[in-house]
């Protein structure tokens, strides 16, 4: 329900953003007769059974796979561990370069799948491991090698990982006001704009696209945040790929409160956003 709910919060499309989506439904086949262009973000969110091709994309003449049919919109795993361990390590690269390439004997193809990467999973096969209310019944076996089925170089991608509670008996049809979509979204936007002249100089428009040098020049820390991210790194085992993670979720936390610079609960908030591996996958 809540990853459903995420293209309700998302900027909206830039017309260049549309066409270039309905571009790629175009060659994939899937674009309705009614709808000459699109002008909301995809989500997308295939079963676990889907084939590697079909989830990258393919085929003799090869068309766009579900990662660029995401493109600019969402893409949603739900239960990982359940999809085929080959298809998701083929994950690595489009999320890392926004790209995809499929070489066939008569030449290459590359389509664009800048997407949003959305998953969720049990915590183990039972999916009672680590609850204070109900007891495991999963063996340390079992637990591993569910958990295995999600490999560190791919979850080292995945930018925020939080544990997510069910939900108590008595919040269950809560009337309690909280925040709209339309609300969350005035603020995206507000951070988009911020993003958008921040990089116009770069030749990009959003935190996410950072370089390695951009980030060194557009995320600088003072010297508690230095402080705090050295400490979790140390205690963490963090990785290098992780270092630019958080600076770029600090640097959007950041956009959102509005400040010009990342103070240290932007970084510390970012850091708590990056536990979920080091629980779960540290043996």
């Known amino acids: 329900m809540i990853a459903r709910r995420i293209p309700s919060i998302l900027p909206d499309l830039t017309f260049e953003e549309a066409l270039e989506i309905t571009k790629i439904h175009s060659i994939a086949g899937t674009l309705k007769q009614d709808t000459p262009i699109i002008t909301t973000r995809p989500f997308r969110s295939p079963h676990h059974t889907i084939s590697g091709v079909s989830l990258v994309g393919g085929g003799r003449v090869p068309k766009p796979g579900e990662i660029s049919l995401a493109h600019y919109g969402v893409l949603f795993l739900d239960e990982l561990p359940e999809f085929n361990q080959h298809s998701l390590e083929v994950l690595r690269g489009p999320l890392e370069d926004g790209i995809v390439t499929i070489s066939r004997v008569n030449g290459s193809f590359t389509y664009p799948c800048e997407f949003m990467f959305v998953s969720s999973m049990n915590p183990c096969p039972c999916g009672f491991y680590g609850s204070v209310d109900k007891e495991c019944t999963c063996t340390p076996q079992a637990i591993s090698k569910y958990m295995g089925k999600i490999s560190g170089p791919l979850l080292d991608r995945i930018d925020i990982q939080i544990e997510v509670s069910p939900v108590k008996y008595e919040k269950l049809g809560n009337d309690e006001i909280s925040e709209s979509s339309e609300t969350v979204k005035k603020r995206v936007n507000s951070a988009r704009k911020i993003q958008i002249e921040r990089y116009k100089q770069e030749n990009i428009y959003s935190n996410s696209s950072l370089t390695p040098k951009l980030i060194s020049k557009y995320c600088k820390l003072d010297s508690e945040g230095k402080k705090i991210l050295q400490t979790a790194f140390e205690k963490m085992g963090l990785s290098a790929r992780a270092y630019g993670r958080i600076l ?36």
């Not at 640097?251 to 591996?277: F, G, M, P, V, W």
């Open 248 to 283: 770029k979720v600090a640097r959007t936390i950041a956009d959102l409160d509005n400040c010009e610079n990342i103070q240290k609960t932007h970084i510390a908030e970012a850091i708590q956003y990056r536990s979920l591996d080091k629980k779960y996958w540290k043996n």
